[in-house]
């Protein structure tokens, strides 16, 4: 049934007598802004429920295997990443071999609290693994000065297979040069041993400061440089951290 007038209120306290043909007209010019702002205000909604949690703990563990017994620890390692992300507080979690020094991995994983980060750490020394593996737990600093650490974890996506070996190329100047600054704590590239275009940059530096200098270095700047006319996507996040616990 099809009604030839309806009322459209307009204020609280007063309303017009509007035809059908007037009715269709206003809310074809009014509808797109009330859509917009139902979207917008879900948006606003979607972006507050859907934040992530923080991280406030980091486990980091370097591992060196024998040089034959290189696979099978990377075999052992398949669910690392799958069983860490169920611990408590888990946010995200990587394992990776060194991309220049295959007899090196790294387990590497993010938490809500450095509580749970420390909690897992124990869980994973008392597996019996062949590896020799220094490990620590950074519990993230709320604020940070001269003796605060500082971890960056950068993560590089969507490298073509073809580019992979350019990458490579241009990296291992920048992590042997890194590595002779004085207060560079750790500068490793890492790449997955299940897929060979995804990597993982773990940068620790003796604190803020140190990570300045090394901005400002050739090796950096050079290959900051290749790395944006090669058009791949990278992400870092940086933490600044207490001194960590063994």
């Avoid at 073509?160 to 100047?173: L, T, Y």
């Avoid at 993982?200 to 950096?220: V, W």
Wanted: charged residues 25%.
């Amino acid at each position: 049934m099809r009604a030839s007038n309806v009322f459209f209120f307009i204020k609280r306290s007063s309303c017009v007598n509007v035809s059908g043909k007037d009715f269709h007209h206003i809310m074809r010019n009014i509808f797109p802004f009330v859509m917009a702002f139902a979207f917008a205000f879900a948006g606003e909604c979607f972006a507050q429920t859907a934040k992530p949690a923080d991280t406030a703990g980091v486990f980091v563990s370097i591992d060196t295997v024998k040089r034959d017994g290189i696979k099978a620890y990377a075999d052992s390692q398949k669910g690392f990443e799958e069983a860490a992300r169920k611990a408590a507080g888990c946010l995200r979690a990587l394992f990776m071999q060194n991309a220049f020094y295959k007899d090196k991995f790294i387990r590497y994983a993010e938490f809500s609290s450095a509580a749970d980060a420390k909690k897992f750490a124990d869980a994973q020394r008392a597996l019996n693994t062949p590896a020799q593996s220094e490990t620590a737990v950074y519990e993230v600093a709320k604020h940070a000065d001269a003796s605060t650490p500082l971890i960056i974890a950068v993560d590089f996506d969507g490298i073509p297979a073809a580019s992979v070996a350019e990458f490579m190329k241009i990296s291992k100047p920048l992590r042997d040069g890194t590595n002779t600054e004085k207060d560079v704590l750790s500068y490793e590239l890492y790449v997955s041993p299940e897929n060979p275009a995804r990597f993982f940059l773990f940068e620790l530096y003796k604190n803020r400061a140190a990570h300045a200098f090394h901005s400002k270095q050739p090796h950096f700047t050079d290959w900051d440089k290749k790395c944006a006319e090669m058009k791949f996507g990278r992400k870092g996040k940086f933490m600044d951290a207490k001194a960590p616990s063994k």
